[in-house]
């Protein structure tokens, strides 16, 4: 993706503003980051260490509406980088969510709706989700 791309560009579902704790391993190093907005298809991470394009990783999600953090399988599909970040597009990395199967994915889903109903509440949240809904997501 060029710098040029605008964030609409690059992700197929509609991105809900949200504050979560991101915890995930790099190269024996443990980093505690944040999303910046979540979707049923993938989340930005905001950090000034963004993992390589095309990484595949774990990492843990945590939703004060749950009792355990979210561990989930993400790919990183585009990247800001520190010294390209602005206070419009800050550092970090846009991860697509991956699925062991169609079981999974739909767990996931329901849970990451369930999570921002917790954070949104429920009128917002079913605004936001119906702006987008596709039957492939």
Same mark, same amino acid.
């Given at each position: ?31 505690? $980051? ?32 749950? $009792? ?15 010294? $390209? ?18 079981g999974e994915r739909a767990k996931i889903h329901e ?27």
């Open positions: 993706m060029s710098a040029s791309d605008t964030d609409a560009d690059r992700r197929h579902e509609q991105r809900t503003p949200i504050e979560l704790r991101v915890e995930y391993k790099r190269v024996n190093m443990f980093f505690a $980051d944040y999303t910046r907005n979540i979707s049923k298809g993938g989340t930005f991470i905001a950090t000034r260490h963004p993992l390589e394009l095309h990484t595949e990783f774990k990492f843990s999600l945590v939703v004060p509406a749950f $009792d355990e953090p979210l561990v989930l399988t993400g790919r990183v599909v585009w990247r800001v980088m520190p010294d $390209d970040a602005t206070e419009e597009r800050p550092a970090g990395m846009g991860i697509e969510f991956q699925y062991a199967n169609d849970m990451v709706q369930h999570a921002m109903t917790e954070e949104l509440g429920a009128d917002i949240t079913a605004m936001l989700l119906s702006r987008n809904e596709d039957p492939k997501s």
